[in-house]
Structure formats: C-alpha cells, structure tokens
C-alpha cells in the first residue's frame, strides 16, 4: 500500500505530462545549442550541437602539411572528441535535473514507492 493512502492518479498524469514536456523543451535547446572543441593549440576545431550533431570543422592552414596527413587525422579526432565532451556535459547539465529518478519504474514521481 502507499503511505498516506492512494496517489492521485490524474496529478500523477500531470506530472509525467509537464516531465516530458519539460525534457522535449531542454531537447530542443540542446539541438539549437553549439559547444567548441579544439586541438594543436587551436589548429582545429569542431563546432556540434549540444546533441552531439558535427556542424563545423575549422583547419588553420599552419596545420597542413602535406607530408603529414596522420597529425592532421589526429588534431581533427581529437577537436571532435572535445567537442563531443562538451556536448555531452552540456546534456549532463541540462537534463539531469530532469531525468533524475528515472531509472525504475515511476522513480522520481510521488506518491510510488519505487
């Protein structure tokens, strides 16, 4: 039984309503949001989204060389992972606060003994 007697099924509703709209809501701001990462001292950077969407690589010319196309690879992989980093403490961030609790069934919602 629950503590208290019988949880309210319709603001139990409510609240699962207002939590997924709240987490469409902080969804889209990830997807409109762009975080930076670099490598080489800033020879190359990577622009995502905060969902993690490539949207822009930048090469400074001093970081070709054509003889070198293996350093250039790894600066490129390395801005990506940072910028995927930061993208991902980004989410961390924003949905956190939202998803916590979630991981049974009804965690997080009063009123459910799980």
Known sequence: MFPGGQPNM???LKQAQKMQQDL??????????????????GL??????????LVALT??????DP???ET????????????NAAAQKLQADRMGPLTQ???????????LPF
């Open 24 to 41: 469409a809501k902080a969804q889209e701001e990830l997807a409109q949001t762009r975080v930076s990462g670099t490598a080489g001292g």
């Open 67 to 69: 003889q070198d196309t």
């Open 101 to 111: 609790g979630l991981g049974g069934m009804g965690g997080g919602i009063p009123g």
């Open 59 to 64: 090469i400074a010319p001093a970081a070709v």
């Open 10 to 12: 319709q603001q139990l």
């Open 44 to 53: 190359v950077e990577a622009t995502v989204t905060g969902s993690g969407e």
């Open 72 to 83: 250039l690879a790894d600066l490129v992989l390395a801005a990506v992972r940072d910028a």
